[in-house]
């Protein structure tokens, strides 16, 4: 599963993106690679051709929805947006929902005030608010959208979800959950086919590191690397053999790469300065074992438009 979306823009600019659902199987799957042949297709290549390249960018999409949300509050705190994961999957939406969830939260925060709190206060107020409003309506009528397609794939799953939105309103009286991680549905290379994707063109297609180059991602040198990994032997001698290690394709990037040394011995590099900070290392490694951190100072990607 996953989607697609084409924008115009003003100044004669198009705004074009592939969402790849991060639950996929094969190994050899590459999200950018897919994004590169994704733009040649007749429909969309017919808004692409004679233009010019100005931006490129990914980002993981927080789609888990209500069945997937955290806790709300902790004492002095609280998640809200993307954070928390308002994003309704079946939309594809996230701005409103955001939006809604800051304002609740924000008017918990003036009724703990106005009531005297000293700080440190659990927001409880926000978690009642937000069982009462339009937004949890919204996100429980939504709650088996992505469950329905990643269980029955997109022609059973679709149909439930057009009866539970059509029919039922987003009611449908059962509640699917989805129970297997996005990093285990991956499997091993031994039972993924490989692909060939085609090169690049340099004119609808391109290769990662000039894409990158237009994210204007900047981190400071001489600074911890931000993607930490619990056991660094893990790459070469865990995910090499037995997912091709599969950071080499998942990561849009090219931050992870294997490379061979003078000696013929591997080595696992992390070219932490290039990362877009998409956080789909820490959701697809089969390992489990990268944690994206924040990095030092203001680093990250710098979209134009944005
Ligand atoms: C490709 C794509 C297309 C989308 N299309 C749509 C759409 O058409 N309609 C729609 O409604 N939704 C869309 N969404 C979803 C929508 O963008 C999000 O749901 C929404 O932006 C979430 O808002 P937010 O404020 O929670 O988080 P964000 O918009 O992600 O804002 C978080 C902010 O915090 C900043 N930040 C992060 N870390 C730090 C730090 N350590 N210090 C300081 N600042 C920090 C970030 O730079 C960012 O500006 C799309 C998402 C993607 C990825
Ligand atoms: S290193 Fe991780 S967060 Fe950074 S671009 Fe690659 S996959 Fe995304």
């Not at 297609?205 to 993607?227: A, I, R, Y």
């Not at 931050?255 to 061979?260: A, D, F, G, L």
Request: hydrophobic share 35%.
């Amino acid at each position: 599963t996953g989607g697609s979306f084409l924008y115009h823009l003003e100044n004669n600019q198009v705004v074009v993106g592939l969402i790849v659902d991060l639950s996929y199987g094969n190994a050899f799957l590459s999200p950018f690679d897919e994004f590169q042949r994704y733009k040649h297709h007749p429909v969309i290549k017919q808004y692409l051709e004679g233009g010019k390249r100005v931006a490129y960018g990914a980002r993981a999409i927080c789609k888990g929805g209500l069945n997937s949300l955290p806790k709300m509050v902790f004492p002095g705190g609280a998640l809200i947006g993307c954070d928390l994961g308002t994003l309704n999957f079946a939309k594809i939406k996230g701005s409103h929902t955001a939006m809604k969830s800051g304002m609740l939260a924000a008017e918990a925060v003036a009724d703990a005030l106005l009531a005297d709190g000293q700080g440190g206060d659990l927001l409880n107020g926000y978690v009642d608010g937000f069982k009462a409003s339009w937004l949890y309506d919204e996100l429980f009528r939504s709650r088996n959208f992505g469950p329905a397609l990643h269980k029955f794939g997109p022609l059973v799953g679709g149909g439930i979800n057009w009866l539970d939105q059509n029919i039922f309103g987003g009611k449908i009286p059962f509640t699917l959950h989805d129970t297997k991680p996005d990093y285990a549905c991956l499997k091993p290379a031994a039972e993924s086919k490989r692909i060939d994707y085609p090169k690049p063109d340099g004119k609808l297609s391109f290769d990662k590191l000039s894409s990158v180059f237009l994210s204007n991602t900047n981190h400071e040198e001489e600074q911890p690397c931000h993607l930490k990994l619990t056991d660094a032997s893990i790459p070469l001698s865990v995910n090499l053999p037995k997912w091709d290690e599969p950071a080499q394709r998942y990561c849009p990037a090219g931050v992870y790469e294997v490379v061979t040394q003078e000696s013929g011995e591997k080595k696992f590099q992390i070219n932490a300065q290039n990362c877009v900070h998409c956080k789909t290392c820490d959701i697809k490694d089969p390992s489990q074992n990268i944690t994206w951190v924040a990095p030092e100072g203001t680093g990250g990607p710098n979209y134009p438009n944005m």
